[in-house]
C-alpha cells in the first residue's frame, strides 16, 4: 500500500514558479515509479512526468518539457515538481500517482495509487 499527499499548490502570475510536494507513506516506496499527472475542468487527466525508483531516469510530456523538473528523495518518502515558466494553460489540479511496474508509463489507467491532487492557478 501506498498512501500519496499533494501540497505546495496556489496562485502564481505567468512566468512564476511553484514546487509541488508528494508525500508517500507505506514500505514500497523506493520501489515503485512515481508521476504527476494534472487535470483542467472539462479535459482529461494527463500526463505530466515520472521518474523511476532510483531518479536514473525521468520522462516528461512535451507540454512540460525545459519547464518542469520531477525529483524524488526515498530516504524521505518524497516526490516533487519544480514548475517554472508557468503559463495560464498550465492551471489544473495536479496529482501524485505511484506505478508499482518497474517503467515509466503515461496512461493514467495504469497508476496504482493516487493522491487528493492540489490546485494550481496561473494567472495571465
Known amino acids: 500500500q501506498v498512501q500519496l499527499v499533494e501540497s505546495g499548490g496556489g496562485l502564481v502570475q505567468a512566468g512564476g514558479s511553484l514546487r509541488l510536494s508528494c508525500a508517500a507513506s507505506?514500505?514500497?516506496?523506493?520501489?515503485?515509479?512515481m508521476g504527476w499527472f494534472r487535470q483542467a475542468p472539462g479535459k482529461e487527466r494527463e500526463f505530466v512526468a515520472a521518474?523511476?525508483?532510483?531518479?536514473?531516469?525521468?520522462l516528461y510530456a512535451d507540454s512540460v518539457k525545459g519547464r518542469f523538473t520531477i525529483s524524488r528523495d526515498n530516504a524521505k518518502k518524497m516526490v516533487y515538481l519544480q514548475m517554472n515558466s508557468l503559463k495560464p494553460e498550465d492551471t489544473a489540479v495536479y496529482y501524485c500517482?505511484?506505478?508499482?511496474?518497474?517503467?515509466?508509463?503515461?496512461?493514467?489507467?495504469?497508476?496504482?495509487?493516487w493522491g487528493q491532487g492540489t490546485q494550481v492557478t496561473v494567472s495571465s
Open positions: 500517482a505511484a506505478d508499482l511496474s518497474s517503467t515509466m508509463e503515461v496512461t493514467p489507467g495504469t497508476y496504482d495509487y
Open positions: 507505506g514500505r514500497t516506496f523506493s520501489s515503485v515509479v
Open positions: 521518474i523511476r525508483r532510483s531518479s536514473t531516469s525521468a
